[in-house]
C-alpha cells in the first residue's frame, strides 16, 4: 500500500491535470504547489515543476517560467519539455540567443517534435535577422555622421542627427557608438570644427550627453581613454544658452552616474568612493574654470550652477565637495568673477564676461557652501578667505580696486549674510560707504546705495542707518541718474518697513511711505526703463509692501501690478526674491504670530506694546488683492521663477500658489498656467513648510479640476504622495480633509492610481441576473502605504473628516487587491463598515453601504459580512431607508449574501428581510424599476436555494432579462 503522502501528491497533480485542461491554470498553479511541497522523489518534483512552467506560460508570467524549468532542469538535465518551456519563456522576454541554445538542444533529445522544431526554425531566422540589422545598424551610424559634416540638405541632416540622439538613448545603441571605432573621436572633430552648423553641434552634445549617462564604467572608459573632458569644457566659451545647457546637462550626467545618483534622491556613498578620481577631476576641472577669461557669461553662469548643485553634502543632497573646492582656491575664484560689473555698469580690473545674473548664482553658490560646512572651524576657514581677498583688493592704492572690495562685500550680503556682515563693521566699510555716497560720480553713488540697500537687511544693520544715512538716502533719492535714484529708494523703503507687520510701529510717517510706493511703481511701469531699474523697484515695493495701504494702491494700479507679474515671468534669478515677496505680502502669505487674548490683555496691563494689525489687511481686503492677482495671471510668474535653487524662495512660491487656489474659481487658470505641474516640483523638494502649502494647493485643485485634466499622465502618480502627506495627525484638519477629498477623485482616474479602481463613478447594471461593476485596475494610493493613512480617519470623531474617509474607501472597494485586503486580513474593518451603513450622516452611509455592496460580490467576504452579530439588524434598517440609493444598494448586497452563503440566506428567508423583499417587488412604477428588479433578483436566489416557494412573477423576471 502507497503512503499517504504519495497518495495525496497523485491526488493533487492529477486533479491539477484536469484543471489545466478546464483552462483554470492559476487554480492549476495552486495544486501543484501544494503537491510539490508533499514529495522527495527527484522525478516527481521534475514533472510538477514541468506542469508549474506550463501553468505560467499560460498565464503569461514568463520569469516565473523561466525560473520554474530551469529547477526543472537542475533535476533532470536536457529534459525536453523542460527546455522547450524555457524557451518559449526566453522568447518572450527577448533573450533570443538563450532561446535559440534552449531550443536547439530540445529538439536533440526529441528530434521528431513538430512544436521545437518550429520553434528553432523560427529562433534562427530571429538571430539572422538580428545581425543584419547590427550590420545595418553599423553602416546607419556611419552614414549618420557622414550626413552631419557633409550634408547639404538641411532636413536630412536634422533627421540624422535626431536618429543620432534616439540611437544614443538606448542601452544598446550608446553601446554600440562606444564600440565602433572612432566614432566619439569623429564627434569631437566636428565640435572642433568652427564652421559647423550650430543644429549639429547641439545634437553632438546632447548624444554625447545621453552616451555618458547611466553606465559608470562607460563613463569612466570615455573620460579616462577616450575623449576626457576638455571638448565639453571649450564649448562653455561659446556665447549660446542652448548649447551651454546641453553641455552641462552631459556634466550632471557624468557626475550623477559615477555617484549613483540618477532618478535618485541623493548619491551613493559607495559610489562616490569608487569614482571618487573621476568624480574629483570633474569638479576640480570646473573650478579652475569660474575665473578663465575664456568663458562666455551664460557658460560661466552655468559652471556656477553645477558647483552649486553638487558641491554640499550635509544640508542638501551632493558629493561632499565643499573642503575641496576652498582647497582648490574656489572661494577666491568666484569673487573674483562677482566683481565684474555687466556691461552697463562699471567693467573695471577684468576682462570676464557676466551676465545681470552673475553674482547673485555666485551668492547663492557661496551662502550654500558656507551652510554646508559643518563645524565653526571651517567656517571660519571659510570667512578667513573671503578677508584675506577683500584685504589685498583695499591694500590697493587704487579707488578702484577698493571699490571692488564694496562688490565683494555686497555679494556676500546677498549670500552668507553673516560673513558680509563681519567684513562690513571689522573694516568700517560702513564708513566707507557713507563717504561714497557723497561723491560726485554717479558710479561711486551706485555701488554705495547698493551696498547700503544690502547692509539693512537686518534690522540692527537698519538700525545703524537709520541713524547715520537717512539724509544721505533721501538726498540720492532725489538724484538725476535713475540707477542712484532708485537704489536709494530701496534703501529707504527698507528702513520704512522695519517695523514689519505692526500697524502701530512705523518708523516713517504714512504719507513717506505713500510717496516712496508711488515712486517705486512709476519705476515699474514706465515703459522706458530698463530691466535693472524695474527689478530694484519690484524689491522696494517688497519692503514696503507690508503696510496694508501700500498693498492695496498697487492692486489697484493694474498696471503695476501687470508690470510685476510680467517681471516674475522673466524667471530672471535677480528678480525673484522681490518679486515673489510682493506677492506673499499681497495675499499675506506668511505667518503671523498667534495672539493669544489673556496675553494680550497681560501685556497691556504691564504697559508692553502688542503689536496691530492692519486695518487693511482683514479677510475681505485679502480676498479682493488675491482676485486681482489670480486675474492678472499671478500664476503664470510663479511658474516661471518655481525652479529656482532656494528652498526658502520656494516655500514662499508655494505659500502664494495655496492661497490662491482656496479660490474654487482660480484652480481651473491654475492648471492652465502650469501650476500643477509647478507644485508637483514645489510639493517634492523644500522645506517641510514649503512642501505642505504645495501639497494642499494640489489638494485644492484635486478637489475641483477633474485629475485626468489637472494631472495627466504620469503626474497622477506623483501626486499621490504629496496627498497622503497631507494624512498625518500634525496637519490641519482642514489639510487632512482636502486631501481626502482630492484622493477620492484620484480614486477614480485609472488603473494605477488606486490599487484598482474602475470608473469616474460607481455604478450598478444587469447582466446574467448579477450586478456588475466595470474596472479599470489601478495601484498607487495602496502602493504608498494610503489604505491605512485613509482608514485611521473612520474613527475621527469630526464629521467632515469621518465622511471624506468613509468616501474614499468606497472608492477604493473598487480595487480587487482592496477588497483582497479587506477579506483576507483580520480585523474590524468589515465591522466598521456595516455600522457606518447605518449612520445619521446620509453620505457616510451611502460611502459604507457602496463599499459592502462591492464586496458582497466574494463569497468569503459574505463569510465575513455576516461575522458581526448585528449585520441581519443593519440590513433590515437599510433595505428600507428613505433614500433609494442606499435602499438599492441594500437590496444588491441582500441578493448577494442569498447568493454566495448559505448561512446568511437561510438568516435572511427566517426574518423580516424576506417580508421587505417581497413588499418591494411588488413595488410599481419608473422609480421603483429598479429597487423591484433587485429584490425580484434575490428572491429568485431564495427560490433557487429552496428556502421559498416558487412564483412566477421571477420566471417572468428571468426571461425579461
Known sequence: MAPTSAIDFASLKESGNALFKQGKFQDALDLYSQALALVAVDQDKSAVLKNQAACYLKLENYEKCNAVSSQALELSPNDPKALFRRCQALEKLGRVDEAFKDARKAAHAEPGDASIKEALVRLKKKIDEASKKQASTDQKVTDMLNFLHTETDKEK?????????????????????????????????????????????????????????????????????????????????????????????AVENILKTLSGWLDKEKPDPAMIKANQEDIDHTLQTLTEMVDKAVLSAVGRDSIIDILLKNIPENLSPGLGWADQFMEKDGIAKLLTAAVVQPGDRLNVGSSLNVTNETRIHISLALQKINDDLDGDKKRKVFTDKCEQFVQRLLADPDPETKMLAVLVVITLLQGPFDVGNFLLGSKNILEMLLVMATSDEPEHQIIAAEAIVHAASKKDKCAAILSEGMGILKKLAKSPNDKVQVRALVGLCKAGSSGGLDFANKPLPEEEVQQLAQSCRKFLTNPAKDFDLRRWAAEGLAYLSLDGNVKDSLVEDRAALRSLIDLGKTGNQNIIYGVVSVFVNLTNSYDKPEVVPEMKELAQFAKQHVPVEHPKDSPECVAKRVEALAEEGVVSALVAVSKVESKNVRELIARVMNVVAEGKDHRGAMVQQGGAKALLALALDGTERGKECASQALARIGI?????????????????????????????????????????????????????????????????????????????????????????????????????????????????????????????????????????????????????AMLSDDEKACARIIQPTMWLEVMKEISVSEHADIRLRALYIIGNLIRNSQTAAEAICQSELLEILLATSQLTGADNALAQKAALHALKAAHTKKLIAPNPEYEEDEDAE
Open 704 to 852: 475641483t479640476i477633474d485629475p485626468t485634466m489637472a494631472f495627466p499622465g504620469q503626474r497622477a502618480y506623483e501626486v499621490v504622495r504629496p496627498l497622503l502627506a497631507l494624512l498625518q495627525e500634525e496637519k490641519s484638519a482642514l489639510q487632512n480633509f482636502e486631501a481626502l477629498l482630492a484622493l477620492t477623485n484620484l480614486a477614480q482616474v485609472s488603473e494605477s492610481v488606486r490599487y484598482g479602481l474602475p470608473l469616474d463613478v460607481f455604478f450598478l447594471s444587469w447582466d446574467s441576473n448579477r450586478w456588475l461593476m466595470v474596472f479599470y485596475y489601478r495601484q498607487r494610493i495602496v502602493k504608498e502605504q494610503g489604505l491605512s493613512k485613509i482608514e485611521h480617519y473612520l474613527y475621527e470623531e469630526h464629521e467632515m473628516l469621518k465622511r471624506a474617509a468613509t468616501e474614499c474607501i468606497c472608492n477604493l472597494m473598487l480595487s480587487p487587491d482592496v477588497q483582497d485586503i479587506y477579506i483576507r486580513l483580520e480585523g474590524d474593518r468589515i465591522k466598521l463598515l456595516l455600522l457606518y451603513m447605518a449612520d445619521e450622516d446620509v453620505a457616510v452611509a451611502r460611502a459604507a453601504s457602496g463599499a459592502i
Open 157 to 249: 541632416r536634422r533627421l540624422a542627427a535626431n536618429n543620432l540622439i534616439v540611437l544614443a538613448r538606448e542601452k544598446a545603441g550608446a553601446e554600440l557608438l562606444v564600440a565602433k571605432p572612432q566614432v566619439l573621436e569623429k564627434m569631437v572633430k566636428l565640435l572642433r570644427d568652427p564652421k559647423l552648423d550650430a543644429e549639429v553641434r547641439l545634437t553632438i552634445v546632447r548624444t554625447l550627453g545621453e552616451i555618458l549617462k547611466g553606465d559608470p564604467a562607460r563613463t569612466r572608459e570615455i573620460l579616462r581613454n577616450r575623449i576626457g573632458l576638455p571638448p565639453l569644457m571649450a564649448l562653455y566659451c561659446v556665447d549660446n544658452l542652448e548649447l551651454v545647457t546641453a553641455v552641462s546637462i
